[in-house]
């Protein structure tokens, strides 16, 4: 049974095939032509974290792929009354064919996948977010070709996204720059055993430094809005702007995996710099999670 929970489940050249995948995807898509190889099919798509381009890009995705696709929260399930993990995946499992979960702890999503019968996707625990990593990957692709050996510079916190970046620039070859306020580090463990290619600095113009794409994500993430009134202290001289682009290579993208906060991590009118190609970025959700789904499903 294949399994998606983060980058390292699939292989470097399996990656390179579904980003391939997206693309073709992508363009039948946009022609409008017809392609439902999952009739009869049902994703399961668990939430436990709020969302709107994970949930529509899911659901929307299934549709198109001839399935359907069953939203649960923790108001409609035994989940959120405290039915174990192994139990559910073991009843849900025999009643759909591919399943998502967005949750909290990454350690819920290895639970469920270790007893389920089918494919599990994590669509956001606490510590990765590998789908949006297969958006980001399509889009440099797309607009720049391979980022084989490119420079990427990741400026604000060492959350979910952070961390799938690491995971990404080992399987997609290239180096990554993290500026991060001190205290604020991604997980030692994944930085230390990738420090051929990864640097941390706490200085965000030494990451942007020549960089071909800069990436970055709100300061609170889900679950750290308490945090917020300290965090926005802490943060601010992170955040990315165009003055902080002009530093980069002349021909870099920035991502943002959205919602984005103008006037805190980005300025207010960095979006519609001709730099941000993070709408491209939202759309290739839909089109990647196609691919991978159809991967899974094919393999599994």
């Known amino acids: 049974m294949r399994h998606f929970l983060t980058l390292m ?9 579904v980003l391939a995948r997206a693309t073709e995807l992508k363009g ?15 994703l399961g798509m668990i939430f436990e974290k709020s969302s709107t381009r994970t949930r529509v890009s899911f659901e929307a995705g299934m549709v198109q792929l001839g399935g359907a696709a069953i939203f649960l929260s923790p108001r409609d399930t035994q989940l959120g009354r405290g039915e174990p993990i192994e139990d559910s995946a073991r009843v849900l499992s025999r009643m759909v064919d591919i399943i998502m979960i967005r949750t909290f702890a990454h350690s819920n999503v290895e ?6 019968n089918v ?3 994590n669509a956001l625990t606490d510590d990765f977010h590998p789908c949006q990593l297969l958006a980001d990957m399509q889009t440099f692709q797309e607009h720049r070709g391979s980022i084989k050996g490119k420079t990427v510079a990741w400026v604000g916190d060492g959350n979910n996204m952070c961390q799938s970046y690491i995971n990404a620039a080992v399987q997609f ?4 720059r993290i500026a991060v306020p001190k205290g604020f580090e991604p997980s030692r463990h994944l930085t230390r ?4 290619r990864v640097t ?5 113009r030494e990451a942007v430094q020549g960089a071909h794409l800069v990436v970055t994500d709100v300061w609170a993430s889900m679950g750290h809005e308490h945090e917020q009134e300290e965090r926005m202290r802490v943060f601010k001289p992170y955040q990315v702007n165009e003055a902080l682009l002009d530093l980069a290579a002349e021909d870099v993208l ?3 995996c959205l919602p984005a906060h103008r006037g805190e991590e980005i300025s207010e009118t960095l979006l519609d710099d001709p730099r941000s190609v993070v709408w491209d970025e939202a759309e290739n959700r839909l089109h990647a999670q196609k691919a991978l789904m159809e991967f899974l499903l094919k393999n599994s």
């Open 119 to 121: 494919p599990v996707i």
């Open 9 to 17: 489940d699939l292989s470097s050249e399996e990656l390179r095939q």
């Open 254 to 256: 920035f991502m943002h």
């Open 111 to 116: 639970r469920f996948a270790e007893y389920s």
């Open 200 to 204: 941390v600095v706490h200085d965000p």
């Open 193 to 196: 055993i990738n420090s051929d």
């Open 173 to 176: 070859d290239f180096e990554l």
């Open 28 to 42: 039948m898509q946009h022609r409008h032509e017809v392609y439902e190889p999952f009739k009869n099919q049902v």
